[in-house]
């Protein structure tokens, strides 16, 4: 069963590309990045700016659907925020996750955390490490030999396909495909 697995906020989403396969085995094709930022200009409104923001990520995730063709699509719903800024991305992820087809699976950030590491405390070298040690050869950012901390947002999205074959959503699915 081909999937697209997201990790989305409003600065970087993380896509991770792959496979279930008939006995659960999840196989990952390839991992990818996409980051937006605020602009610099001083003319652009925020609004504005977070618009545009917005829409670079809705038509990257778009690109990425429509040419991978996936049986389904899964994401992490966002959490709580402590800040403004971080309640904004919160709402553009929440549209996001509202505007794909197929509808995606949805899990949260702990059955992420437990469904890959096994810990609701995992922190994001804990992610980045399990998610590498599975799959070393797709392509990660790495300067002066060691992983980058942007690595979290693929290897999220690894996580996050490992947690959502676990739902009864999932289960439901799989069951329709046979």
Request: glycine content about 6%.
């Amino acid at each position: 069963m081909r999937f697209v697995s997201i990790d989305s906020s409003l600065a970087n989403t993380g896509i991770a590309v792959g496979n279930v396969g008939p006995t659960g085995v999840i196989t990952i094709d390839y991992i990818k990045l996409h980051s937006t930022s605020k602009s610099k200009h001083k003319q652009i409104r925020a609004s504005s700016d977070a618009i545009q923001r917005c829409r670079s990520t809705w038509q990257f995730i778009k690109e990425i659907i429509n040419s991978e063709k996936p049986n389904v699509v899964f994401m992490e719903t966002p959490s709580g925020s402590q800040s403004s800024a971080g309640m904004k991305s919160y709402g553009a992820t929440c549209q996001l996750i509202a505007s794909i087809e197929p509808a995606p699976i949805e899990v949260t950030p702990i059955e992420v955390k437990v469904g890959s590491v096994g810990v609701k405390t995992a922190s994001k070298t804990d992610m980045i490490n399990w998610a590498y040690k599975l799959y070393p050869n797709v392509e990660w950012f790495w300067h002066a030999g060691k992983k980058q901390a942007k690595n979290e947002h693929m290897a999220d999205a690894i996580a996050i396909a490992y947690a959502a074959t676990k739902t009864q959503e999932f289960e439901r699915l799989k069951s329709y495909m046979a």
